[in-house]
Every structure is written in C-alpha cells, then in structure tokens.
C-alpha cells in the first residue's frame, strides 16, 4: 500500500504541493494508512473531513454536488481498482466501511445510497463482499429496511473511530508542514479545577492561540505507553518513575486531601492526622486514580499497624464524591481537586509532611514537535516561580524541591 501512495504521490506533487508534503512525511514516519487518508483528500482537492466524515456524524446533511461525489470517487479510484486497505490481515473494500456507516445511520441501503449519490446495488453489493470477508453479518435485512447485528454495530464504531484517527492524523501533519500552527496531545489523571496544571493549560492556550491542545485523561501506564509510540507528546503523574528512554521532570507537588461528610467527627479538624482515620472505610473508583489511591492508603495505614477497609466502586471522580457526601466513606483526593465545592463533602488536608506528592512531566527527548519544546519551557518557568503550598512557599529547581517557612 506504501509503494502504491508513493507512487500517487508524484501526480498530486504537480497540482498539490502541500498535499504531496503531507504523504511524504506521513510515509517517512511509518503511518501508511494516515498517508493514505491524506492521498485521497489531495487527490480529490479536499479536506479529509470533506466526505469520509461527514458520513460518519451528518450523514442527513450532506448537500454534496454530483460534481464533488464524483470527484472523491475518482480519487479513491485513481490509487487503483477497488483502492484495499489492510485490517486485520484481511483486505477490505475503503467504500465498503463508508457505506456500511451510512447504511447504519439511515437504517435503509435505498437512503444510503441516496446520499452517497450511487445505486442501490452498488451499496448492497460492497457491504455483502465486506461481510463475507469479515465472515460476519452487519446488518438483518427485511423489507422495512436494515438492522445492524451486534457484530455490524461493533464493527462500525470501530471503523468511526479509526476514521477520526486518520483525520487527526492529516490534520497534524497538514499544521506541522506549513509551520503556521500545531498540535499538543497531553495526558494527565490530576484534577483541573485548579492548581499549576490548570494555570500551565491556560497561559499555553492564551499565548499560542494557533496550536490545538488536545487532553486526554486516564492512568500513568497508558500515557508511557502512548508517548513512546508517539501518539502523545506529554503526560503528568505523581511519584517519580524511573524511565530510562523518558525525559521526567518534577514540576510540582500536591498535598494530599481526606474526604469526609459534612457530618463526620473529623471534618471540623483543620487537617487529619493518619491514626485519626483507624477504623475507618473509605471508598474508591475502579478506573484511575482509585487503584493508585487504595494502594496509597494501604502503605500509609500499614505503617500504624492495621488494614483499611476499602470499596471499590465502578463511579468516575465526580460521583465518589457525591457518594461521600452521601455517607458511603470517605476518600483521598488531591489538591488541585478541592476548589470544586460537593454538597455535604468536606475536604481536609493530611497534616504529614509525606503526603506532599511530587507530579513529574514525562516526554520523549527526541519528540522534536516545536509545540511541546513551547510548552516545558513555559512548564520550566512556572515551576521556577514562587508556589504557596500548605503554608510553606515551595521553589522547584532541577528536580529538588526547597521548601522555606512563609515570613
């Protein structure tokens, strides 16, 4: 499929320059099947998200004319007869998955085919060949139309989101070649309610207003995983992890913070002492943070001699809380997740000088993105500035954190 792009790559190269770019970078970085997406857009003269796209969110409301239908249609052609792309070490029909999306979202191929602008026995032809090569039914027909099976609407998430990917793909190399903008793929599992993640976000957004940030949130073990393959620049996680082909730098620390109710014998303490919470249960999420947070308490609390008593429930953060207030147990939380008010939560802050956390920064050293180089020396500056923490003022510099007492 490579040879074959790069050889469409030479008949964009004389009317789309920047097209051309953009496949022989896509190409050079091992990303054949997002070289691909960007081919068939330069070839047709649009934006990815032209016609792929719009059958995977509107369908309803494309408006195309049956000049711009043809003109992507012979684009996809021209990269041969039937262009083949390779999933799962099958070859499957590219109109076949677009088809078969709008087919699912008009629930009829008449309707499908309507939109797409092309018979009806072309739509039923191509999905029938994708599902014997799948060896799988993605639809029940009958005469009120089609129906997808448990297989046909897995498959069709699956090819919406693979779809996604490669726009993004295009899009990343598309800013990335004319220099005008960028993109910044962040991971982090802290709260953004507030602290120095959510100050470093604003600023970065505020003085580079051309480069897309996009975040996502989830757990450390994903985040390594995704910055060595590249599909993130940067992540933020507390401990200090030993990663040898990673850059990690300690950027901040966050105290940690006891949940209680309202009603609690400790919440009209102004901090909580580890043996004030003996005999307690507490309750934590399934899903990152929780198993950090369980794991947390059992290391503290073993030290005192006892073993907690810890639920965990299948709740994201927001609702742990709720189910705090609501006297389920209390839990441990950061600092940066304190600023927003729960009904009948109270937050205290942990008195030991142990529950001060460090959060690193962790990247590849040899990610060259100019957007992430912008945002940790913008990162490098903040940590360097004066940060009131629990009473003390606390100065980040090399990795070594310097605490002084307030004057």
Known sequence: MAMLAIAATYRIGICNCRGAIEVAALLKGGRPAAALAALIAALAGYDLVSYPFALCGRSKGIHMADK?????????????????????????????????????????????????????????????????????????????????????????RQAKVALCDLDYAVKSARSAGNGSSGFLRIGFLCSLASGFLRDLLVEFTRSHRTVTVDVAYGGSRDHIRQ????????????????????????????????????????????????????????????????PEIHEYLIRRLATLGFHPRVRRLSVCRESLFHLVGMGFGATLTSESAVATPFHGVRFKPMASDEDLLPTVGVWLPGNDNPALRRFVSLARAMKNAQTMIGGRRVLADEGLAHEEQRP
């Open 68 to 156: 711009s239908r043809a003109g992507l249609d012979d684009a996809i052609s021209t990269l041969g007869n039937g262009l083949l792309l390779a999933v799962a070490g099958s070859k499957i029909n590219v109109h076949a998955i677009l088809h078969s999306i709008v087919a699912l979202e008009q629930r009829s191929f008449h309707r499908a085919a309507n939109v797409i602008g092309i018979d009806q026995s072309v739509v039923s032809r191509r999905i029938r060949a994708l599902e014997d090569e799948l060896g799988v039914s993605l639809f029940e027909r009958d005469r009120a139309g089609v129906r997808p099976t448990a297989a046909g609407k897995e498959f069709i």
């Open 227 to 290: 910055i060595r393959d590249r599909s993130m620049d940067i992540a933020f996680f507390t401990g200090l992890p030993e990663l040898p082909d990673c850059d990690v730098e300690l950027l901040w620390h966050e105290r940690v913070y006891c949940a209680l109710p309202e009603d609690h014998r400790l919440s009209s303490l102004e901090a909580v002492h580890w043996p004030d919470l003996r005999g307690e249960s507490f309750i934590v999420g399934r899903e990152e943070p929780g």
